[in-house]
């Protein structure tokens, strides 16, 4: 049976969770040996539960944060991990984990993934950026593929001169159904009003996904409620700004989440390809998201998308827009199968690649 290790970081609330939640039952269906190694969230984030469900390993100093002590240690200890597991493949996610292991002399093929846009974070300064824009090139060299959850991430690496065309794929999974349940239920359970429309907005509460746009629209919009579902560095000066109309729940189970909501908004100043989106989707939502790239690619589709400028007045609009929108539209989604396959189809590649 072939093996494939996994490194990240951290594995917290989100995207990358979901990613790797719908990932690795899929390849060990189809005859992969699995195991996630991975290290300690970081203050104001939360564990996500599938480092219980699915096959993982802890590395004890491996984090987000750069620490070239503890960083060191990680990389050691993932060494001796390589060694031990024998992987066929190396499948690496996000910055941290791509960089301490692409720096290991192995034999191993190693795929690295970027789950979101690294190079547009607005909480990275220029000269951050241009560090990480060549370290990834140096990296990419050492990299049998580079997998992206978006096409135009793809086109920004290349054109910062990160990695060849013929080293990319875009793959990301779609989302398992979303059963939903009583509305009335869960806005009892929360101490949520249904006397008014239910705006939701999901995600970490972190720069990059520029919550504050969020308060700000609430604020001019009182014949709404909005729920915010999620933690982060943001949370505890966020809830001081909020108006009245805005209750946080913290993160809650898919289920609660989008059984809840009536209007899903993205304020994010950047994306690869949006997991709440995709789930929105899943349960045919009207969307009102900010007009970038990732979200313009996820919502090509996607007849009940409403974009909007960075800017308050924009968004409240294109919210008005939406809540006179009563129809709903089967969404014909890729299965999670056809994912499963299409990553192992890239390991099966790389195998037989006669540069590996």
């Not at 249904?194 to 969020?214: A, D, F, H, S, T």
């Amino acid at each position: 049976m072939p093996k494939v290790l996994h490194v990240i970081a951290r594995i917290n609330r989100g995207g990358t969770a979901r990613y790797l939640e719908n990932l690795i039952p899929g390849l060990q269906d189809l005859g992969w040996e699995t195991l996630i190694a991975t290290g300690k969230v970081q203050q104001g984030e939360e564990e996500d539960s599938i480092v219980s469900e699915l096959p993982v390993i802890k590395i004890q100093q491996l984090g987000r944060k750069i620490s070239l002590l503890n960083d060191f240690k990680a990389r050691n200890e993932i060494r001796a991990l390589i060694k031990n597991f024998k992987p066929d493949i190396i499948q690496t996610h996000t910055f941290k984990a791509g960089l301490l292991v692409r720096t290991i002399r192995t034999k191993v093929p190693i795929i690295h993934t970027f789950h979101g846009h690294l190079l547009a974070d607005p909480s990275f300064k220029k000269k951050t950026v241009k560090l990480i824009i060549q370290v990834e090139k140096f990296l990419a060299k050492n990299s049998a593929h580079l997998l992206t959850t978006g096409e135009h991430v793809v086109q920004d690496l290349l054109k910062c001169g990160i990695g060849k065309k013929n080293q990319y794929s875009s793959v990301f999974p779609k989302i398992k159904t979303i059963e939903k349940i009583s509305k009335n239920q869960i806005a009892n359970h929360f101490n949520v009003p249904l006397n008014r429309p239910i705006i939701g907005w999901v995600g970490r509460l972190e720069p990059v996904k520029n919550p504050q746009l969020m308060i700000r629209v609430a604020s001019m919009m009182d014949d709404c409620f909005f729920v915010v579902f999620g933690t982060g560095n943001l949370l505890a000066g966020l809830q001081a700004q909020a108006p009245l109309n805005v209750k946080f729940l913290g993160w809650q189970e898919r289920t609660e989440i989008w059984s809840l909501i009536d209007i899903y908004i993205s304020t994010s100043f950047n994306e690869g390809i949006s997991n709440s989106i995709l789930e929105a989707k899943a349960v045919n939502l009207p969307i009102v998201a900010s007009r970038i790239p990732g979200n313009l690619e996820s919502l090509s589709d996607y007849d009940l998308a409403f974009f909007a400028d960075l800017n308050y007045n924009s968004f409240t609009l294109k919210i008005q827009e939406a809540l006179s929108v009563s129809r709903r539209i089967k969404i014909n989604n890729q299965s999670n199968h056809s994912f499963h396959t299409t990553v192992n189809n890239i390991y099966r590649r790389v195998l037989n690649s006669s540069d590996y």
